[in-house]
T-cell receptor, first 116, second 114 residues
Framework: NAGVTQTPKFRVLKTGQSMTLLCAQD?????MYWYRQDPGMGLRLIHY???????AKGEVPDGYNVSRLKKQNFLLGLESAAPSQTSVYFC???????????????FGDGTRLSIL | AQSVTQLDSHVSVSEGTPVLLRCNYS??????LFWYVQHPNKGLQLLLK??????LVKGINGFEAEFKKSETSFHLTKPSAHMSDAAEYFC????????????FGTGTRLLVSP
């Protein structure tokens, strides 16, 4: 009963390095999301996807790219990491049955990323 | 515009006493509202949701919340706190604008003392 799985759980990068965060869900959900969580700011949406092959920008997309080549996977990339991207990143997914606005999002356990 | 205000950044209770976490929302539409809990180094777990059915919503682990449209509130309560309830709680409003947008409150940290 995995739900939403994020890898890696922790990572330390140097400024300018690149990396990809992987999110996988096994609930056959159409919608997937990437958030970042910073102290005192709740969660902010980076990018989202409404289905396989589609992506769109959220509130804070700058410096990030995403891809959704398979329905169950949603990748978040940092091309050139900056210290301002030090954060905890959460992936979430949701279904459409019963109304999109009514469906809760299911979250992974997060990736803790530090940029030095 | 939609927004959520959690009125307390920290709430401290003793084990066995009631819990009240306050949330006010602003929404142009009839909202869907959620409460999530986040334990240390974990993701967000859904406690309960309101989607315009019953105004008193029961969730997991003995939590419940009451939707009051006249007060634009969605406060979370529990009759008797347990040590395991110590965590951060987020009130969230959900709106659909071509996709499901979640607007998060800034969170309330619940501290439970023995």
């Amino acid at each position: 009963n995995a739900g939403v799985t994020q890898t890696p759980k922790f990572r330390v990068l140097k400024t300018g390095q690149s990396m990809t965060l992987l999110c996988a869900q096994d609930m056959n959900h159409e919608y997937m999301y990437w958030y970042r969580q910073d102290p005192g700011m709740g969660l902010r949406l980076i990018h989202y996807s409404v289905g396989e092959g589609t992506t769109a920008k959220g509130e804070v997309p700058d410096g990030y790219n995403v891809s959704r080549l398979k329905k169950q996977n949603f990748l978040l990339g940092l091309e050139s990491a900056a210290p301002s991207q030090t954060s905890v990143y959460f992936c979430a997914s949701s279904g459409v049955t019963g109304g999109i606005g009514n469906q809760p999002q299911h979250f992974g356990d997060g990736t803790r990323l530090s940029i030095l | 515009a939609q927004s959520v205000t959690q009125l307390d950044s920290h709430v401290s209770v003793s084990e066995g006493t009631p819990v009240l976490l306050r949330c006010n929302y602003s929404s142009s539409y009839s909202p869907s509202l959620f409460w999530y809990v986040q334990h240390p180094n974990k993701g967000l777990q859904l406690l309960l949701k309101y989607t315009s059915a019953a105004t008193l919503v029961k969730g997991i682990n003995g939590f419940e919340a009451e939707f009051k449209k006249s007060e634009t509130s969605f406060h979370l309560t529990k009759p008797s706190a347990h040590m395991s309830d110590a965590a951060e709680y987020f009130c969230v409003v959900s709106i659909y604008t071509g996709f499901q947008k979640l607007v998060f409150g800034t969170g309330t940290r619940l501290l439970v003392s023995p």
